[in-house]
């Protein structure tokens, strides 16, 4: 079955850097657009990145233009978010997500933590 796995999440300064992964299994993990989301407390979840099938394709969230960069590795089934100038307002848990056969799936989600 699909199963999503993120990991590099953390507590972080202001202006600091984390770079998260989402290991995928369960399916042609070439074929399928990846997304990463977020959700704060007391917030909706909310799209940050996405990145298309070959990696040519790429979209961001205006608040994180010019310091989130998307990524993958098909050899390695990975997706990565890596995140520079994190904010306060980025403190959320990240999800890794895909849709396969109109079913979305997610990760358990990692905890990110912009704080002095």
């Known amino acids: 079955q699909v199963q999503l796995v993120e990991s590099g999440g953390g507590l972080v300064q202001p202006g600091g850097s984390l770079r998260l992964a989402c290991l995928a299994s369960?399916?042609?993990?070439?074929?399928?657009?990846m997304y990463w989301f977020r959700q704060a407390p007391g917030k909706e979840r909310e799209l940050v990145a996405q990145i298309g099938n070959t990696g040519r394709f790429t979209a961001y969230v205006d608040s994180v233009k010019g310091r989130f960069t998307i990524s993958r590795d098909n050899a390695k089934n990975m997706v990565y978010l890596q995140m520079y100038g994190l904010k306060p307002e980025d403190t959320a848990v990240y999800y890794c997500n895909t849709i396969y056969y109109d079913t979305k799936y997610w990760g358990q989600g990692t905890q990110v933590t912009v704080s002095s």
């Open positions: 369960g399916f042609n993990f070439d074929m399928y657009p």
